[in-house]
């Protein structure tokens, strides 16, 4: 099985920073396109940022400019730096990864969120 353990949440007050983390373990051949969501109270899960194994990254308009997202392939690890966080990015924020357990196969999994709370 392969399992998705974010970390690195926490309260920051708004124009604050911080750096969530995510890392992949088990049996794992490669890991295709890794990504972070957040999903906020009331609301659907979006994508906040995605990068793929070549290291092509994708960004919401939302937070284009603001987060910057890194991966590292030989720690199977994905992180996202959040700069000038604003009270509407706060919200549980997942790691996603596509990942080859076998050379022929991938599948999605998730992580079990980490909480983002922007507030003075």
């Known amino acids: 099985q392969v399992q998705l353990v974010e970390s690195g949440g926490g309260l920051v007050q708004p124009g604050g920073s911080l750096r969530l983390s995510c890392a992949a373990s088990g049996i794992i051949f490669s890991i295709n396109a890794m990504g972070w969501y957040r999903q906020a109270p009331g609301k659907q899960r979006e994508l906040v940022a995605s990068i793929t194994r070549g290291g092509s990254t994708n960004y919401s308009d939302a937070v284009k400019g603001r987060f910057t997202i890194s991966r590292d392939n030989d720690k199977n690890t994905a992180d996202l730096q959040m700069n000038s966080l604003e009270p509407a990015d706060a919200a549980v924020y997942y790691c996603?990864?596509?990942?080859?357990?076998?050379?022929?196969?991938?599948?999605?999994?998730w992580g079990k969120g980490t909480l983002v709370t922007v507030s003075s």
């Open positions: 996603n990864a596509d990942v080859r357990v076998t050379p022929w196969s991938s599948s999605g999994y």
